[in-house]
Antibody, heavy 115, light 106 residues
Framework: QMQLVQSGPEVKKPGTSVKVSCKAS????????MQWVRQARGQRLEWIGW????????NYAQKFQERVTITRDMSTSTAYMELSSLRSEDTAVYYC????????WGQGTLVTVSS | EIVLTQSPDFQSVTPKEKVTITCRAS??????LHWYQQKPDQSPKLLIK???QSISGVPSRFSGSGSGTDFTLTINSLEAEDAATYYC????????FGQGTKVEIK
């Protein structure tokens, strides 16, 4: 079945970067779009950006434009989201999701930013 | 940025009751509107895509309607397992989510 498995929780210091991975299985990764969404505790879902896997084209929310990079490795069917210049407000669960309709979701990765 | 506003923010409902959640977009988005269910400590789950298209495996009591700027998610005959937060999401121009509607079972 279609599945996305994300990397484990991270604890980072302010000003550093984090890179979260998302490994896909059960569908044609190269024909998909991979998206990233985050959710701070008790808050709404917030869209970060996406990558069209086949072309490598990316699109980011304006809020994250300067700090986020989404990439993919087609040889391992894995997508990555790297967020730099971390601050405490970036503490959240980060999700990857597949498809234009976000039909398949990963389990989430908790990123904690704390000094 | 397209802003999605859901109403209500919270609803307390008796089992078997009908639930209606609305989502209004700040500009026309055609049918590029999707609905998700999120239970505590779980990932969101796609319920309805492109305003009214059903998803395999999702109970038929969930339905969606609307186009342009006004959309509705309807849950017919609510069941206890439907207690969750529901989000709308637009894919017309970049992407944004509504603020969520929490549905509680009385």
């Amino acid at each position: 079945q279609m599945q996305l498995v994300q990397s484990g929780p991270e604890v980072k210091k302010p000003g550093t970067s984090v890179k979260v991975s998302c490994k896909a299985s059960g569908f044609t990764f190269t024909s998909s779009a991979m998206q990233w969404v985050r959710q701070a505790r008790g808050q709404r879902l917030e869209w970060i950006g996406w990558i069209v896997v086949g072309s490598g084209n990316t699109n980011y929310a304006q809020k994250f434009q300067e700090r986020v990079t989404i990439t993919r490795d087609m040889s391992t069917s894995t997508a990555y989201m790297e967020l730099s210049s971390l601050r405490s407000e970036d503490t959240a669960v980060y999700y990857c999701a597949a498809g234009g309709d976000l039909g398949v979701w990963g389990q989430g990765t908790l990123v904690t930013v704390s000094s | 940025e397209i802003v999605l506003t859901q109403s209500p923010d919270f609803q307390s409902v008796t089992p078997k009751e009908k639930v209606t959640i609305t989502c209004r977009a700040s500009q026309s988005i055609g049918s590029s509107l999707h609905w998700y269910q999120q239970k505590p400590d779980q990932s969101p789950k796609l319920l309805i895509k492109y305003a009214s298209q059903s998803i395999s495996g999702v109970p038929s009591r969930f339905s969606g309607s609307g186009s342009g700027t006004d959309f509705t998610l309807t849950i017919n005959s609510l069941e206890a397992e439907d207690a969750a937060t529901y989000y709308c999401h637009q894919s017309s121009s970049l992407r944004t989510f509504g603020q969520g509607t929490k549905v509680e079972i009385k």
